[in-house]
């Protein structure tokens, strides 16, 4: 399914910050119905309907949690999206934070909530978009706060079909109050951590007149207890927008440049902070980086801020908290020729860690390369992506690192005002330097750039979102239906659609219950695709039966080349690892996927990693066991080190 080109006006949208989708229409709200938990005197709830936004329902102080308001639609609407309008005077208390909202056909029976999360602590309007759904009532309950107030609620229809049976199944939205422009999963308890810039909405000057940089608002979601929460970032003085980034050997966030150009921060999920660290000697944003097989980090390109031109190869040493140059490592070779010039023509390129500290460049320019990084650095061209084109807001996944296949989809010949393609190929690469052997397969469904690409325990890779046409921070052209690339097959199949557009700033990226998480684009202060939530695909391959439970793991450390045993509850047919991933601008050089083949005994099966670390890069790895029928377990965490 793909949105039309024009999109629905929504002229009741101030500040224009969140917007109904295309297509959604505003429902009549003459002769509707509200109740309330409580409310004050003179803050009634039919407030919310009288179209008089200098009036408010309010809660009663103190009365108990959930706070929430129950509208009656009086008929039976097919619906995907609700607005919420914090009261409109200059305070902010009693703004709607943690939330969520449910539906009924017959006001007695609710279900699991449609949308959950946080809303932004604004007077801004929150549009909710979600599955769509058949429902008569509405609620919307706040689980924070002893008071909350709204000015108008309204409630939009749509068209769209709700997805069919069978080819997965997206989660309630989950609002965020900011748009989570980049993403990383937190080895030691899987939560979600994602940010923006330095405000929710903005990468520029605000109407208040801030200027980007010095911070970076950021947020964390819990899959354990579904809660969203928020934290602005100063410490680092880095606002972390259009960033390279990377997890290191120790499963830290290390992110580079972009509106701070020259700047790097850490996360470290152990202390759960935000550390600086040694600045780069060259001023990026763009750029692309990738962890190597010795545990450093390399990157390269980034004109987008810092300067246009010259962002030739450097290296991180983690140990030493230390940048230093490569020459050897020019920049220009994977140039594309977009028409907006150097600027656009280094960024986002495709890297690979690889064998013997090597890296291997598979696009976005037509032309592949080689670089090394020892000494100063080298770099050796590796042929053409057969007749691809240049395929910038592509995508590039390894989905067998044992056998270094890459698989690469879609991309554009510009960054913008172009049209995507749906071509696809298959990469083999083996030893650095050698020609890597590239097929070209059958194209994708559709025609997708911005969009993102995950791989999964079973190797398939889903693919999510993006557009036909290159339109940064519009919804035009959206592609709502993902579809799954079958390594058996060399096919693509479609997939259950999605109501919420995901293009340009959207993330998409595999958690420890073999689910993806995708969300986020926009990023554009008052624009109308902004999207300030994310959604969890589960696909089908849980749905088939029981999942299989790993019960223990002998190790919890195992380096390249040794061995480690793991016990089932019940008998398994297949075993992987997959890297824990981040993501920023359609880029993850983190996520790959080793295929295990253990020898068994009953129940216990044992295991012996690759012996090369460029093909099992050092860091942390999710293994999943599957059962014949494809079924899935719950990921176990394991550390892979160095010799």
Request: with cysteine.
């Amino acid at each position: 399914m793909i949105l039309p080109v024009s999109l629905a006006a929504v002229a009741d949208t101030p500040l224009g910050l969140s917007t109904p989708p295309s297509g959604a229409t505003l429902i009549d709200r003459t002769g509707w119905t509200v109740t309330a938990d409580s409310f004050a005197t003179g803050h009634e709830p039919e407030k919310i309907f009288d179209n008089d936004l200098n009036t408010f329902w309010q809660s009663k102080d103190g009365a108990p949690l959930p706070h929430y308001v129950t509208i009656d639609m009086k008929s039976t609407y097919l619906i995907n999206s609700l607005s919420y309008l914090p009261r409109r005077d200059q305070t902010t208390g009693g703004n709607i934070q943690a939330h969520t909202i449910q539906l009924s056909s017959n006001g007695q029976s609710w279900g699991q909530p449609v949308a959950i999360g946080t809303y932004r602590n604004d007077n801004s309007i929150k549009t909710t978009l979600f599955a769509s759904t058949s429902a008569r009532y509405v609620r919307l309950s706040a689980t924070n706060g002893n008071l909350v107030t709204a000015s108008n609620i309204k409630v939009y229809s749509t068209t769209f079909p709700a997805p069919a049976p069978g080819l997965g199944q997206w989660s309630p939205t989950i609002d965020f109050p900011l748009i989570p422009v980049a993403a990383a999963v937190e080895h030691d308890s899987g939560k979600l951590l994602v940010w923006s810039s330095f405000t929710e909405a903005y990468y520029f000057k605000n109407p208040q007149g801030v200027v980007p940089g010095g911070q970076t608002v950021t947020g964390t979601y819990d899959p354990s207890t579904r809660e969203v929460s928020e934290q602005t970032v100063t410490n680092t003085k880095h606002d972390m927008f259009c960033t390279g980034i990377s997890l290191d050997a120790s499963g830290r966030v290390v992110v580079t440049g972009g509106n701070d150009a020259a700047r790097t921060s850490i996360f470290d999920p152990t202390i759960d902070s935000w550390i600086s660290a040694a600045n780069m000697i060259i001023a990026r944003g763009y750029q692309s980086q990738a962890t190597l097989s010795d545990g450093r980090i390399f990157t390269i390109g980034g004109s987008w801020s810092g300067g246009s031109g010259g962002k030739n190869g450097e290296i991180y040493d983690t140990g030493a908290n230390t940048w230093t140059k490569l020459p050897g490592c020019p920049v220009k070779p994977l140039y594309t020729q977009d028409k907006e010039g150097e600027r656009k023509a280094d960024n986002h390129a495709w890297l690979f860690g690889w064998k013997q500290g090597s890296v291997f460049q598979a696009g976005p320019s037509k032309q592949m390369n080689w670089y090394g990084t020892s000494g100063t650095g080298s770099q050796k061209p590796a042929g053409l992506r057969a007749t691809d084109d240049h395929s910038m807001n592509g995508n590039a996944i390894m989905f067998d690192a044992i056998a270094g296949k890459i698989l690469t989809v879609g991309g554009s010949v510009d960054y913008n005002g172009s049209d995507a393609r749906s071509n696809a190929h298959i990469i083999n690469i083996n030893n650095p330097n050698d020609t890597p052997s590239v097929v070209t397969i059958h194209s994708m469904i559709y025609h997708r750039m911005f969009h993102n690409s995950v791989v999964l325990p079973d190797g398939k890779v889903f693919i999510t979102g993006g557009q036909t046409r290159g339109h940064s921070f519009t919804d035009l052209n959206s592609v709502l239906t993902p579809e799954m690339f079958d390594p058996a097959t060399l096919t693509f199949t479609p997939l259950a659609g999605n109501v919420i557009p995901r293009n340009y700033h959207s993330v998409a990226l595999l958690l420890p219950d073999a689910t993806v998480f995708n969300g986020g684009g926009g990023l554009c202060g008052g624009c109308d695709s902004n999207h300030f939530d994310g959604q969890i695909y589960t696909p089908a391959y849980l749905l088939k039966g029981v999942r299989p439970i790993i019960n223990s793991v002998s190790k919890a450390s195992v380096a390249v080349g040794g061995t480690f045993t793991a016990t089932m509850n019940t008998a398994v047919t297949n075993w992987s690892l997959i890297r824990y991933g981040s993501v920023t601008h359609t880029v993850n050089t983190d996520q790959r996927r080793i295929p295990l083949t253990p020898t068994a005994a009953g129940l216990t099966y044992t295991f012996k990693l690759p012996a090369d670390s460029g093909v099992a890069l050092p860091g942390y790895y999710m293994l999943f066991a599957l059962n014949s029928a494809g079924v899935p377990s719950v990921a176990k965490t394991i550390k892979i080190t160095i010799i």
